[in-house]
């Protein structure tokens, strides 16, 4: 396998993915990632078995080829070269190559086959929406999530879609956040998953505010997100969520409207001499 990019285009890349390498892993192979070659397409793969994420750069020639290569060290190499650089890289055997201007790195590598894959995934269900609106969903939520609660099912966000909405549901028994997206999806019947803590917040450093189209699909035990640079993919929390419905206040008689930024002021000021965790 041999190819070679622009500094920056293999940054940018690695970045997309780096988020699932662990930096303490049971597997040795779980620190690497796996590189796949074409002709005029490379992937880069991660994976902690949880979640996996997989970027995709076009190249104009390269020799086939698959590899594993240390993700940490190939991310700082990168990361120390300067700008505008380009990075040749070829792998023989156990070792690979990394060259750039008058530095030359040599990397050990472990067998392709050895690296675990979430290979086809079924997906039972698929919609589509907008990259923005996906990440308003998980930036209004994903706060209330619990964090390692005995309660596995609250250790994690629910996406609940609908044929006439996409909603997204947290909460750590304490407290509860919604979000809704009102759309029209080709479904005919309610699909709720419930995404884990570590693909929420991953999922959350990917999104950005722009208007292209994600596409949502759904499995009996994975969710695949496909976005503009990057395949998402998450194991789910087999459990069952709470009904949150019967908890939400419906026909309140005593309604207070306040100025938005009066009171995020007062609460900031009041939670100054308060010592919980989440500041109350």
Do not use: W
């Amino acid at each position: 396998m041999k190819f070679s990019l622009t500094r920056d285009t293999l940054l940018t890349a690695l970045q997309n993915i780096i988020g699932a390498v662990e930096r303490r892993q049971t597997m040795p192979i779980l620190g690497f990632i796996l590189i796949n070659c074409d002709e005029k397409r490379i992937t880069f793969t991660a994976t902690d078995l949880e979640v996996e994420l997989q970027s995709a750069q076009e190249i104009m020639a390269a020799e086939r080829g698959m590899s594993t290569l240390p993700a940490r060290k190939l991310f700082d190499i990168c990361k120390a070269l300067p700008e505008g650089a380009d990075i040749s890289l070829s792998v023989e055997g156990e070792r690979a190559m990394v060259v750039s201007g008058r530095s030359r790195f040599t990397l050990t590598t472990f067998p392709a086959s050895d690296f675990p894959l979430f290979e086809d995934v079924p997906v039972n269900r698929e919609i589509d929406i907008s990259e923005r609106e996906l990440k308003r969903l998980i930036d209004r939520t994903a706060f209330a999530m619990a964090n390692q609660d005995v309660r596995y099912y609250l250790n994690g966000l629910l996406l609940e879609a609908t044929a006439t909405h996409l909603r997204a549901v947290a909460t750590d028994g304490h407290r509860l956040s919604l979000a809704e997206f009102s759309s029209e999806f080709d479904l005919s019947e309610t699909l709720q998953v419930i995404v884990p803590r570590k693909g929420v917040m991953e999922l959350a450093r990917l999104l950005e505010s722009t208007d292209g189209l994600v596409r949502l699909g759904f499995g009996s035990s994975h969710l695949r997100i496909k976005l503009p640079r990057v395949r998402f993919t998450t194991k789910l929390i087999d459990g069952r969520f709470p009904d949150y419905g019967r908890v939400i206040p419906e026909n309140g008689d005593k309604i207070v409207k306040v100025g938005r930024e009066n009171l995020r002021q007062a609460l900031q000021r009041a939670s100054i001499l308060s010592n919980e965790k989440y500041r109350g």
